[in-house]
């Protein structure tokens, strides 16, 4: 596959734009990743990111999880260069920004940082791990909103900072029912 195909197809391929013409490389790389608020996760002692990914609440996920005990949640846990992508996928730094931060860290070229981000940012799109903040230039249907990718979140900008507060306030409401002030430093940043 080419670096031209994956980057211009990555919210196609993340199956969150069908129907929609392609964005092209450039304004696949203007898209800013963000966490999903909504997952819980933590840096363990390896200083690698822990993501809890809950079970699928539809009905497959029920039925498998009733047939085969499946648990309401598992964690993933991410390597040093995916804990790095999930650090900085905040929604501030584009693709692009994410693509130089790794080629001068890890001293890579830019083909194959790009290549591999973007494939990246596809698996944990596809999860529902990360969503993407589009410009509104970009989209061709203005009133689907700027958030692809996480519709359990929302389609704007605003119903993803209610999400993160929301977050923010369930996880100190379980650090203050667990009485312990340590718990907090296991909660996710809520950063804007």
């Not at 031209?4 to 898209?31: I, K, M, N, V, Y």
């Not at 001293?107 to 290549?115: H, I, P, S, T, Y």
């Amino acid at each position: 596959m080419s670096l031209l195909s994956s980057a211009s197809g990555l919210l196609q391929r993340l199956g969150l734009r069908r129907g929609q013409t392609p964005l092209s490389r450039d304004q696949a790389f203007e898209a800013r990743p963000v966490r999903n608020p909504q997952l819980k996760w933590r840096v363990n002692d390896q200083d690698c990111v822990e993501v809890v990914v809950p079970r699928r609440k539809d009905l497959f996920g029920r039925t498998m999880g009733f047939l085969f005990f499946v648990p309401q949640s598992r964690p993933v846990i991410l390597d040093e260069v995916g804990t790095r992508v999930w650090h900085l996928c905040d929604g501030e730094r584009t693709v692009q920004q994410i693509a130089r931060v790794l080629c001068d860290e890890y001293k890579l070229g830019r083909r194959e940082v790009e290549a591999s981000l973007t494939e990246y940012l596809r698996t944990l799109g596809k999860r529902g791990m990360v969503g993407f903040l589009v410009p509104r230039e970009f989209l061709e249907d203005e009133e689907s909103g700027e958030l692809v990718g996480l519709a359990d979140v929302g389609t704007t900008r605003e119903d993803l900072e209610k999400a993160r507060q929301a977050a923010a306030a369930e996880a100190e409401a379980e650090a203050e029912s667990a009485g312990d002030e340590g718990i907090a430093d296991d909660v996710p940043d809520q950063e804007s």
